[in-house]
């Protein structure tokens, strides 16, 4: 039987934003059968999101949404994990929301290991303003605002993420359809703070800059350069040279924030 | 039963005064000279079951302020100048999405780092016009420590009642200074909570003008599921582009306040049944004012004093009652002339209006005030 989003989709909001050939929408289906996968009570779900095409994704989402202000969600989802620890909180947001505008807040929320999941939707551009060059933008690429090329070195969100103190920390991408679900399931399983990065595609505004003739291309390289972490185990650095690690990271125990203050409100005498 | 008294400065009795307004929630960044307010509030929330939390800056402690209060807590955060500038935007997502909170700024010398220790009352108008776009704001102004403890509950009943974020305005004079101060007994101050929804989840919109000018506001986690965005949007909270809904919601934004601006508004007139002089003062410029009127007054002068306790919306009608009777409006303050422009505005020509401005970190004295009073004509 085919599987039914329209159960996680809010009525009449359809259709989404996205340009066609856009990954985002993947991304989304896979967020759903992932929440499908837990059986997450709407109510009970928070998905906070800041600016941008991958920031819409909220709207759609017949759950608690936020959507605010451009790199803010991390700040903003923990007020609320923090006031309503009960709360399942997914983050939601582009490359450029959550690693140049919001990148403190990104740090900080890794460094806290607060119980939340934040999906990063990394498409090497700013879209919704047309294209200009992000953190993640490889170096040499075109981008609106790097017309002879792009000089900056671009991040690495997985390894930003771990170095920063996230304790989970997984990486796919919108070809590998089938791996986001549970990738992202695996995530909000997991207490503390954690990252799941989706390298995605943006046709519009960085693919057509940068000689990419379709889609299908776009999405062919992401199949190209994607190695599971487990077959990388048996390639040697040449063979890596130019691949980018995908699947489950980064996995540990960690003292969970909001435990953590539980722990306070009980020192303060506030339990009872 | 004797009263419980202390002796505190004004940013500990804003954060006693937080408690008694039923706060369980603040969001902060370290910040001179409001930083007691966290220090105390870090001891005291947990004590209640609340949360507090230091964040990695500015703007994030305004955001999870909003978060917070979306989670249906009351909620606080405390800043001065560069933090004020630094929240500016997320202010503004508060008025648009219309979410409670309280913001207390400790004015101190500016613009950027300027003096941190220095008493100022130059944040006035970025309280006002600090955040872009069009937006109502309410912003109250203690002369007193008493007057902190009390107002910053009266902050949190007009941003429950109203559904936006509401300023509290210390200058460092009345942020810093000790006074005795009365901790008051529940029930001895009013205590407003947010209107929850009267309809059941699957029928609820957040911006649902049939209950009029303020919806009311669910919680997250509260069985309630809802959609809120910085982006101008229709009663369920979706976003919008159409003219004539876009129109209608920032002008109800507006109207909450402007229609409501007799409770809003709170004043202390003193000594202006006679006066033929006017001195306008606010926070600790107040209390010097209050010493000039009455040395004046002895020395045959008819002055009198109109306090301006709430500042925005500012007190239109009572200053151009007063322009019909005065000669002249002393307005002394710790910026080049802020509230000198909005009493110009009221006036509007009928009443001489000498300011007098200090920005050095010193406060105004009474001799400088009654000096004023005798220059005007």
């Known amino acids: ?272 | 039963m004797s009263k419980k008294v202390g002796f505190l400065q004004g940013n500990e009795a804003a954060a006693h005064g937080a408690l008694y307004a039923g706060c369980k929630f603040f969001a902060g960044y370290p910040i001179t000279p409001s930083t007691e307010v966290s220090e105390v509030l870090s001891i005291e929330l947990p004590k209640v079951g609340g949360k507090f939390i230091q964040m990695e800056d500015e703007i994030g402690a305004m955001a999870a302020l909003l978060g917070g209060a979306l989670a249906g807590q009351k909620a606080l955060t405390s800043t001065s100048g560069p933090g004020l500038s630094l929240k500016q935007e997320l202010i503004g997502y508060g008025c648009i999405a219309e979410i409670p909170c309280v913001v207390y700024n400790v004015m101190r010398g500016g613009p950027s780092t300027g003096m941190p220790t220095g008493p100022s009352q130059s944040d006035v108008m970025c309280a006002k016009w600090g955040t872009h776009g069009d937006h109502a704001t309410i912003a109250l102004m203690p002369a007193s420590v008493q007057e902190t403890y009390d107002m910053i509950v009266r902050a949190f009943n007009l941003a429950e009642k109203y559904r936006m974020p509401v300023h509290v305005l210390p200058d460092e004079i009345v942020a810093h200074m000790r006074e005795r101060i009365e901790f008051r007994e529940p029930g001895e101050l009013e205590v407003i909570d947010r209107t929850a929804p009267s309809v059941p989840p699957s029928e609820y919109k957040p911006y649902d003008t049939k209950f009029g000018d303020v919806p009311p506001l669910a919680a997250f986690g509260s069985g309630y599921k809802f959609h809120v965005t910085g982006l101008n949007k229709l009663p369920d909270g979706f976003p919008t582009t159409k003219a004539e809904y876009v129109q209608a919601e920032e002008e109800r934004q507006i109207r909450k306040v402007t229609a409501n601006i007799d409770e809003i508004v709170e004043f202390e007139e003193f000594k202006l049944e006679d006066a033929e002089i006017c001195v306008v003062a606010y926070g600790s410029t107040s209390r010097s004012a209050r010493y000039a009127v009455n040395e004046a007054r002895e020395q045959g002068i008819k002055v009198g004093m109109f306090r301006i306790k709430t500042f925005w919306p500012f007190p239109d009608k009572q200053i151009k009652a007063l322009a019909e009777k005065v000669k002249g409006f002393i307005v002394p303050e710790m910026n080049l002339g802020m509230c000198s422009l909005e009493v110009e505005r009221c006036a509007q020509g009928k009443a001489q209006i000498l300011g007098i401005n200090r920005v050095d970190g010193e406060p105004i004295n009474p001799e400088q005030i009654i000096e004023k009073i005798k220059e005007v004509k």
């Open chain 1, 1 to 272: 039987m085919a599987f039914d989003y329209e159960k996680y989709i809010r009525p009449g909001k359809l259709p989404h934003i996205w340009c066609p050939g856009c990954g985002h929408g993947i991304v989304m289906k896979g967020l759903i059968r992932a929440m499908d996968s837990l059986n997450l009570v709407k109510e009970e779900t928070a998905i906070v999101s800041g600016i941008g095409c991958a920031s819409r994704l909220p709207g759609y989402i017949d759950c608690c949404t936020l959507h605010t202000a451009h790199g803010r969600a991390a700040a903003f989802a923990t007020g609320v994990k923090m006031a309503k620890p009960e709360m399942n909180v997914i983050l939601v947001g582009g490359d450029g929301d959550g690693t140049a505008i919001g990148g403190n807040h990104f740090i900080h929320a890794c460094r806290r290991n607060i119980n939340m999941t934040y999906i990063i939707l990394n498409n090497y551009i700013y879209g919704m303003t047309g294209g200009q060059f992000s953190p993640c933008t490889p170096t040499g690429h075109k981008a609106s605002t790097t017309p002879y090329g792009n000089p900056d070195p671009g991040f690495d969100i997985a390894k930003l993420a771990i170095g920063a103190g996230a304790s989970f920390v997984a990486r796919g991408t919108a070809f590998h359809a089938n791996q986001i679900d549970k990738l992202i399931a695996e995530a909000i399983q997991h207490k503390g703070f954690s990252v799941v990065e989706i390298l995605d595609d943006c046709p519009t505004t960085y693919g057509r800059r940068n000689k990419y003739k379709s889609v299908i291309e776009m999405m062919n390289r992401l199949k190209e350069v994607a190695v599971p972490v487990k077959a990388a185990e048996k390639m040697t650095a040449e063979q890596l040279q130019g691949k980018v690690l995908t699947g489950v990271l980064h996995k540990v125990e960690r003292p969970e924030y909001c435990e953590e203050y539980a722990k306070v409100i009980e020192r303060a005498g506030g339990n009872k």
